[in-house]
């Protein structure tokens, strides 16, 4: 799953909270100007014909070339998040799209 992708795609502020809602969440996050940089803007990738599950079954980044993988798996960072964890707030800039790679998030 994943969450940030609005604010990345509109330029707008968040408009959403996500909090941890597991002992320990992580998430993989990217920077907008990497992802855009390796990918061209995240709206023509997410306008694409998305069929393959790619990045541990993240549908968003489906249909993306070995090469496309392969680069932007080495842009990614790891980040590990208590219960309660406040990863996203409503009305920050959005920078970063995150994966979730373990545990659970509620957005709201």
Same mark, same amino acid.
Request: aromatic share 0%; proline share 0%.
């Given at each position: 799953e994943y969450f940030g992708e609005r604010a990345l795609i509109t330029g707008d502020t !968040? &408009?959403?909270n996500v909090i941890a809602t597991s002992p320990d969440t992580s998430v993989v996050a990217i920077a907008k100007e990497d992802f855009? /940089?390796?990918l061209g803007p995240l709206r023509q990738v997410l306008n694409s014909?998305?069929?393959e599950r790619v990045l541990d079954g993240c549908s968003i980044l489906s249909g993306l070339s070995s090469v496309q993988? &392969? !680069?932007l798996n080495g842009r990614f960072t790891t980040e590990h998040y208590f219960e309660d964890a406040e990863i996203i707030t409503q009305g920050d800039e959005g920078h970063e799209l995150y994966i979730i790679v373990g545990g659970a998030v509620? /957005?709201?």
């Open positions: !968040r &408009t959403a855009d /940089v390796i014909n998305l069929q993988k &392969t !680069r509620e /957005v709201s």
